[in-house]
């Protein structure tokens, strides 16, 4: 088939931007890659003397932003984004100088916070870092979004195609057997599912 119409084969574990091209059931071995870039910077930033306000851009400008672009196709484990944000914690609470200093791995020190906490807005007496698991979710929502607002993309018409051809895509559901983005796409589309209204215009569509 592929010398039939002149495309290459790619392996079951390539990758394209990143991102895995086939998935199998072990979710978890298919992003380590994600938490093994989370801890090569954290593990430089360690050897450094940083204050408490450069600890606080350094989390939020680059550890949140490596794992954004899967959040935004996939559904993360639990498991992997307890692990991001275990790392984030101990680097933002770790030995070292300079108001704390950066993840010393021989030198743990007490985690005064629920990192939960940090994650809430300053106006809340939080920090302001990404909830990570929320951030993964308000992504994908926007994938679902976009299918809602452009039926007639080729995306939106292949999903549609494959999973909802006979309902709407709010009231679609993943099935067992279904692709792992479409089962992502339909976890982050339970938000849309709780903030979109009904509004009646001129009658002749709602």
Aim: hydrophobic letters at 40%; one cysteine or more.
């Amino acid at each position: 088939m592929a010398d039939l119409i002149e495309v290459n084969l790619v392996g079951c574990h390539e990758k394209y931007l990143g991102l895995p091209c086939f998935t199998g059931r072990s979710k978890r071995n298919l992003f380590t890659n994600i938490v093994d870039r989370v801890w090569d910077k954290i593990k430089g930033w360690g050897e450094k003397l940083l204050s408490v306000g450069g600890k606080d851009i350094l989390i939020k400008a680059i550890i949140h932003s490596i794992p954004a672009y899967a959040m935004s196709m996939f559904w993360l484990p639990n498991g992997l984004v307890r692990e991001i944000q275990r790392l984030c914690a101990r680097f933002w609470w770790g030995g070292g100088g300079g108001g704390g200093g950066g993840g010393n791995e021989e030198k743990q020190k007490i985690h005064w916070c629920k990192w939960n906490v940090m994650c809430k807005d300053k106006t809340a007496r939080g920090l302001g870092f990404k909830n990570l698991s929320t951030f993964n979710r308000v992504l994908l929502a926007k994938q679902g979004w976009w299918v809602l607002k452009y039926p007639n993309s080729l995306a939106t018409r292949v999903l549609k195609g494959c999973y909802f051809n006979n309902e709407d895509f709010l009231d679609a559901v993943s099935k067992p057997s279904d692709s792992f983005v479409w089962k992502s796409i339909t976890w982050g589309k339970g938000i849309l599912d709780t903030g979109l209204r009904w509004r009646v215009r001129n009658g002749s569509s709602i």
